[in-house]
């Protein structure tokens, strides 16, 4: 593929004090390889126990939990690891993709993880919804920037 490795994490799992009204936002690394985004992850990801989201997480009493390097270049058993796979979206994909994705997914199986099919009921809806609601979310907070110069507006 193109060698960038990324992670997409939960919603508030890093934390962001940029006060934004969008429930869209998330925050982690690219990076260069799947070792650095670890790093990167683990140094970013501490807890700020009066952040809003520990006060989410269990009321900032010890915040989301850490995530550990330990043992990281010797994982060679994921037999503890379930890979939930939705295969009318993952076949639904770009030839090129699906193969490369699929070579992981038998790489994943051999150390031992167990691939679990799935199936999101109403993912269709769902997805509209989702683009409704980040579409929504943009709008409004751009609004206050292009408001905020009203000299610049387009005529």
């Not at 952040?51 to 550990?68: R, V």
């Not at 199986?109 to 009921?121: F, H, L, M, N, T």
């Not at 919804?129 to 000299?151: C, G, L, Q």
Request: proline share 5%; hydrophobic share 35%; aromatic share 12%.
């Amino acid at each position: 593929m193109i060698g960038v490795h990324g992670l997409a994490t939960t919603f508030g799992r890093i934390p962001v004090n940029d006060m934004s009204p969008s429930t869209m936002i998330k925050s982690g690394p690219l990076a260069a390889s799947a070792i650095d985004v670890a790093l990167t992850y683990a140094a970013i990801s501490s807890n700020e126990l009066t952040s809003f989201y520990s006060e989410l997480y269990d009321g900032g009493n010890k915040g989301p939990p850490q995530p550990t390097l330990f043992n990281l270049y010797k994982i060679t058993n994921l037999s503890d690891i379930r890979i939930g796979l939705y295969k009318s979206w993952f076949h639904d994909s770009d030839k090129d993709i699906y193969n490369h994705c699929y070579k992981v997914i038998k790489y994943l199986q051999s150390k031992g993880a167990s691939v679990i099919d799935i199936e999101i009921p109403h993912i269709r809806i769902m997805r509209l919804a989702h683009s409704m609601r980040i579409s929504t979310e943009f709008s409004v907070s751009w609004d206050k920037h292009y408001y905020s110069y009203p000299n610049r507006l387009v005529k």
